[in-house]
């Protein structure tokens, strides 16, 4: 079950939300115009109690039908001016907010992409999927609403008790009395809310995680009958998560009602006090009705509190969650011009070269302990070893996916440790044992491969690759392949994933088993294709089958985290037992018998000349 991989800090609603300082800038005086005219909006509203005072101590008193028309007439002209304010409101920040939205997104998805892979190793997709989706989404709506709302209703709660007070001190004092109250059942409704807010958040990451997985996985879902099981693990989650959004709603519906009754309760005391002193004669009729519109023209402002502040604390959140993967340091990238010569030896050097995973057990032995190994100019090196043995963690140090713990990789004399990526970029070519398209076109696939490259070096590619299959799907180069290029058979992806290799003629090519998928005809006319192009690059290939070692001059055996044999095949099978063994496919028990092994290895490698 997937799980949230970051620690979050215990910082303040008010300093998390202030990080969005710099999004918000480019617009301030679109948001501050907004605020001033919802607050001259909603203190409008307060002046409509005014006008029914005028009117019940004036017109009405005086059995004036003229007067009652024209006070009729104020209050519809009041009541359009708020509605045009607040239409205003909203035409102001709208636009601008959707950009906010979309800079923000962009600017994840950017920093996103330069986060090493270890990043993404760690983190499960859903949780990133979330924090780019749903939580841009609220933070949106939180500057276009509860910003702009918690201070335009501050201050209309401010000019509301002034006009009060003004009106009739006494009952004034009994509306304000359920204020200090209020105030720490607020700050603890908020600490509270805080806690449910982040649970809810996080668990929408974990279920995205699993409804991503069960759709990338359908048919492994389908292929074992896991419908039950990846069912009942989603039910699971989507059940955590009502419960923390019912936690959440009990919370909100708790706050609400105190905020609603308190006041009402106040209100309810001050009529009674004013109805009194109307009859003694101390306060005139209509400034009771004036006081009472007033306090009920507050009640909105209070009571909207409640979810002004539950959805400042989902933003708060929000912003903490996006600001998590911001944080995180991008990729490190040498300075200068990017040359770091610092041997004059050719080809691809391993030197000391020693790594382990990030978040592997610091006392567990490193992936790689010591690998030294030199691959000629224009050789070709297969790379064998057992499973789990560190072969394609070799090979994603190259085209540095993960730096090296300790140790140099050089390239013509370079350090790629100092070399700049997009140099990296243009020497190195992958291929990896797990093909990843994307949903593009089958040319726009290949072309990933090299920057510029134009149509010829495409045809040129693809028939390298033994991929001429593109021109016979529905539109040739143009057809577009599905999700992951699910639309196409496994030894389809893996040759246009070996096109796109071989598409910009690297000087140095990383392949890793790159002909599994294919079937034993395509296989044998790949790999003469591929003979020419590797006769024309430094490669390191790493291999599972006779096969495929016989594309390479040398190969190198990689065990116990280490280089231990290198040479040709045929020296390999005379001299090393394990590579014997590993070559003849036998089991377990083979691996002492290494002389046997190696003649069964003999015998398929003569097969498959
Ligand atoms: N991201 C990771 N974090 C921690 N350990 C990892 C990670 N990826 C791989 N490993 C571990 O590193 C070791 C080497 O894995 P690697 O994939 O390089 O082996 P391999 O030789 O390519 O295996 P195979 O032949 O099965 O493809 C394994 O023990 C694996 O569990």
């Known amino acids: 079950m997937p799980e949230t991989p970051a620690e979050h800090t215990d910082r303040s609603a008010v300093r998390s939300l202030l990080r969005l300082w710099p ?6 005086l679109r948001l501050f115009s907004a605020a001033f005219v919802a607050v ?33 007439l104020y209050l519809l002209l009041l009541g359009l001016a708020e509605a045009g304010l607040f239409g205003l409101r909203r035409w102001l920040v709208a636009r601008p907010l959707a950009g906010v939205e979309a800079s923000m997104r962009a600017d994840l998805y950017r920093h996103m992409q330069r986060l090493p892979v270890a990043f993404h190793d760690r983190w499960p997709s859903g949780q990133l999927l979330s924090r780019g989706t749903t939580d841009l989404t609220l933070l949106r709506m939180f500057l276009a609403f ?39 059942l607020c700050s603890l409704f908020e600490t509270k809310y805080s806690v449910a807010a982040r649970g809810a958040q996080d668990q929408v990451g974990d279920l995205t995680t699993v409804v991503e997985e069960s759709v990338l996985g359908i048919r492994i879902v389908k292929g074992f009958g896991r419908h039950r099981s990846q069912a009942l693990a989603f039910h699971a989650l989507s059940r955590r998560l009502r419960g923390t959004e019912l936690v959440k709603a009990r919370l909100l519906a708790g706050i609400w009602a105190l905020i609603t009754t308190l006041p009402e309760l106040a209100i309810g005391a001050a009529l009674v006090l004013g109805t009194v002193q109307v009859a003694d004669g101390a306060l005139s009729a209509g400034t009771l009705v004036a006081f009472l519109s007033t306090a009920l023209a507050l009640r909105w402002p209070v009571e909207s509190i409640g979810f002004l502040l539950a959805m400042s604390q989902e933003s708060a959140t929000a912003t903490e969650r996006y600001f998590e993967v911001m944080d995180v340091a991008q990729e490190r990238d040498a300075d200068g011009d990017g040359r770091a010569r610092v041997s004059d030896e050719p080809g691809m050097v391993f030197e000391g070269v020693e790594f382990r995973y990030p978040d592997a057990d610091p006392a567990s032995a490193p992936v790689l302990a010591r690998v030294d190994l030199r691959v000629r100019p224009g050789e070709t090196m297969a790379l064998v070893g057992a499973t789990g043995s560190g072969k394609t963690t070799l090979t994603a140090l190259v085209p540095r996916l993960h730096e090296v713990t300790a140790g140099r990789i050089t390239l013509d004399g370079e350090d790629i440790a100092g070399m700049a990526r997009p140099r990296l970029r243009e020497l190195v070519s992958v291929a990896f044992e797990e ?32 991929a001429d299959f593109v021109h016979d799907l529905p539109h040739g180069l143009d057809t577009q392949v599905g999700e992951q290029g699910l639309s196409l058979s496994g030894g389809q992806r893996q040759r246009l994933a070996l096109a796109r290799a071989v598409v910009g003629r690297p000087r140095f090519l990383v392949l890793d088993d790159p002909l599994s998928a294919l079937d034993v005809h395509t296989e044998t006319r790949v790999e003469a294709a591929l003979r020419q192009v590797l006769a024309r690059t430094t490669a390191v290939v790493v291999a599972h089958r006779p096969s495929t070692v016989m594309l390479a001059d040398r190969v190198a055996l990689l065990s116990g985290g280490r280089i231990s044999a290198v040479g040709t095949h045929q020296e390999l099978l005379r001299t090393s037992a394990e590579y014997a063994w590993l070559m003849s496919g036998a089991t377990e028990a083979g691996a002492g018998q290494g002389s046997s092994a190696a003649e069964d290895a003999t015998a398929e490698e003569g097969s498959t000349r």
């Open 435 to 466: 093909p990843t398209l994307f949903s593009a076109t089958v040319g726009e696939n290949v072309l990933m491969g090299a920057e510029g490259a134009g149509e010829e070096e495409l045809r040129r590619a693809l028939s390298v690759a033994q």
């Open 40 to 72: 001259l909006a909603s203190c409008l509203g307060l002046v409509i109690p005014l006008v029914l005072k005028w009117m019940v101590d004036g017109p009405v008193a005086g059995r004036d039908p003229g007067g009652v028309w024209l006070g009729a």
């Open 146 to 184: 509860p910003l702009t709302f918690l201070f335009v209703n501050a201050t209309t709660i401010l000019v509301g008790f002034v006009i009060l007070f003004d009106q009739a001190w006494s009952l004034g004092l009994v509306l304000l009395a359920p204020a200090v109250p209020l105030v720490i």
């Open 23 to 28: 999004y918000v800038r480019p617009i301030r």
